[in-house]
């Protein structure tokens, strides 16, 4: 069946008696009036979500439907289906600790749903994680559907260690079954790292290329232009590890890294994932370089230590460049170097795959062949390869096969948000972009270990101008590891 054929038959499923809930706990914060209300207002105007959905929003903060309404044409874009959506749209002010406001949450959701239909509801969880638990188990005692499925997004961060995470998988399992549970980094939804696993599976000539015998390196970035902005205070709890590192870079390492799963379904896709993860190596301290932004040079931009939201003296790393080894048959002795921090020169993500030189060099000052996937912003998978310039010389040129997305492909109104299809594929149940209990242990087993010895041992992080490219010890750790930067060469799509 095809995806088409598939959503056809999912909207058939609402028209005949089923009826869709969704429920934004924490309605009034910042991630729902950044992220969530927009998706699902993008969802509801594309007509990937029915018409007659209930969308309810949940929160202390006191207020009538009607200014949850103003609220939500203060976020929401100007659109000719922007008061249709807000017509479906409630509010419920309750608190998170005990089952009241739960209770009454319940109570209008029945008012508002279909007699003896089938009463769908997801949950999304736009709160901090000290009241996840309290939040989930008033939902399970009182808001729960009675006659159809229960869904619940839990966005990250999931823990701060090992321990925690744990902690906090066995409590929420007391509540919601694993199935129930949509656990979401929302870089799986962006439309590149998608389209990772149809690049590796549907195009043959990758498949081998791809192991220790033809890639030198793989280098994964992510790299943001702006510092904490007054946040220090919520970053500095966690730091760029436990922000970026250990969940969206790892989670794109997988998929690049990982053995062709036997089916597309989540289980089988997730399952592959775990597995590598499970190959890769104890980090060692020798092989990371942490970092802190300073000011920048010319004093316009704040060093992370100025923001009085940050404790004084915090040693917490903005910036980290890790070097994991995976010991398996396909990668043992290629280095994944993930590599991610604020205040940087640009905001970029991209995996750069580096291949082996050719074993007869017949040509001297050969570049590296490179395959580049940009993640964002320009999304592109381009081949860096060595041409020879044309006319009368045998010079070489470093040039590229090019698939700039917004050159090869007609995208009206842009690519979707990555929100936009998470929350669809709850809506679905479909499980595949999202991180199963497993994935998430195996995860923070990788990277426990070395945040208690930078913790423990109070590694000062090396400080960094605000604007620059980072400490310049992480550009040696990844020389050691031979990845190889070159710098006549030059992307056209960064100049688009």
């Given at each position: 069946m095809s995806s088409s054929d598939k959503f056809t038959n999912e909207l058939k499923s609402w028209n005949n008696g089923e009826v869709l809930s969704i429920i934004v706990i924490g309605a009034s914060g910042d991630l729902a009036k950044k992220k969530t209300f927009p998706a699902l207002f993008a969802l509801f105007r594309l007509g990937f979500i029915p018409h007659n959905v209930i969308i309810c929003g949940y929160a202390r903060t006191k207020m009538t439907t009607l200014e949850f309404h103003s609220f939500l044409r203060s976020c929401l874009k100007k659109d000719e289906k922007l008061e249709e959506f807000i017509l479906r749209c409630e509010y419920v002010s309750g608190q998170y600790e005990g089952t009241q406001g739960f209770t009454d949450l319940s109570i209008k959701l029945k008012q508002l749903e279909i007699e003896n239909s089938i009463n769908n509801r997801v949950f999304y969880f736009a709160i901090p994680p000290s009241i996840f638990i309290p939040v989930a188990c008033a939902i399970n005692n009182c808001a729960r559907s009675q006659n159809g499925w229960t869904r619940v997004v839990v966005e990250k961060p999931f823990g701060r260690d090992l321990e925690s995470a744990q902690q906090l998988s066995r409590q929420l399992a007391t509540s919601f079954r694993e199935e129930e549970l949509f656990r979401i980094d929302h870089y799986l939804g962006k439309e590149m790292v998608q389209n990772l696993m149809v690049f590796r599976f549907s195009n043959s000539i990758f498949e081998p290329l791809w192991n220790r015998h033809h890639v030198k390196c793989v280098l994964i970035t992510f790299k943001e232009d702006i510092g904490t902005d007054g946040r220090g205070g919520y970053f500095d709890n966690y730091g760029i590890i436990r922000d970026v590192m250990q969940n969206h870079i790892l989670q794109i390492m997988a998929l690049v890294?990982?053995?062709?799963?036997?089916?597309?379904?989540?289980?089988?896709?997730?399952?592959?994932?775990?597995?590598?993860?499970?190959?890769?190596?104890?980090?060692?301290?020798?092989?990371?370089?942490?970092?802190?932004?300073?000011?920048?040079?010319?004093?316009?931009?704040?060093?992370?230590?100025?923001?009085?939201?940050?404790?004084?003296?915090?040693?917490?790393?903005?910036?980290?460049?890790?070097?994991?080894?995976?010991?398996?048959?396909?990668?043992?002795?290629?280095?994944?170097?993930?590599?991610?921090?604020?205040?940087?020169?640009?905001?970029?993500?991209?995996?750069?795959?580096?291949?082996?030189?050719?074993?007869?060099?017949?040509?001297?000052?050969?570049?590296?062949?490179?395959?580049?996937?940009?993640?964002?912003?320009?999304?592109?998978?381009?081949?860096?390869?060595?041409?020879?310039?044309?006319?009368?010389?045998?010079?070489?040129?470093?040039?590229?096969?090019?698939?700039?997305?917004?050159?090869?492909?007609?995208?009206?109104?842009?690519?979707?948000?990555?929100?936009?299809?998470?929350?669809?594929?709850?809506?679905?149940?479909?499980?595949?972009?999202?991180?199963?209990?497993?994935?998430?242990?195996?995860?923070?087993?990788?990277?426990?270990?070395?945040?208690?010895?930078?913790?423990?041992?109070?590694?000062?992080?090396?400080?960094?101008?605000?604007?620059?490219?980072?400490?310049?010890?992480?550009?040696?750790?990844?020389?050691?590891?031979?990845?190889?930067?070159?710098?006549?060469?030059?992307?056209?799509?960064?100049?688009?």
């Open positions: 890294a990982m053995e062709p799963p036997i089916s597309s379904a989540a289980r089988d896709v997730r399952d592959e994932k775990v597995k590598l993860l499970r190959s890769v190596a104890q980090l060692k301290l020798e092989d990371v370089v942490v970092g802190q932004y300073g000011p920048s040079k010319d004093q316009t931009k704040k060093g992370y230590l100025d923001d009085p939201t940050v404790p004084r003296g915090s040693i917490t790393p903005t910036f980290a460049t890790a070097v994991l080894h995976v010991n398996n048959a396909r990668w043992a002795g290629t280095p994944f170097i993930l590599k991610c921090g604020k205040a940087l020169n640009e905001r970029k993500a991209e995996v750069r795959i580096q291949f082996h030189a050719p074993a007869t060099q017949l040509f001297t000052n050969q570049p590296q062949n490179e395959l580049v996937i940009r993640v964002q912003p320009n999304e592109a998978i381009y081949w860096k390869f060595v041409s020879k310039k044309p006319g009368l010389s045998c010079d070489l040129e470093q040039t590229e096969l090019d698939l700039t997305y917004h050159s090869r492909f007609e995208i009206k109104g842009g690519l979707p948000d990555a929100y936009e299809r998470l929350i669809l594929d709850v809506t679905r149940g479909d499980h595949n972009l999202f991180v199963r209990d497993d994935e998430l242990e195996v995860a923070w087993q990788i990277f426990t270990p070395l945040l208690k010895q930078l913790e423990q041992k109070r590694i000062q992080p090396i400080i960094y101008e605000f604007g620059g490219r980072g400490p310049s010890e992480s550009d040696l750790l990844l020389q050691k590891y031979n990845y190889s930067r070159n710098l006549d060469y030059s992307w056209r799509g960064d100049k688009k």
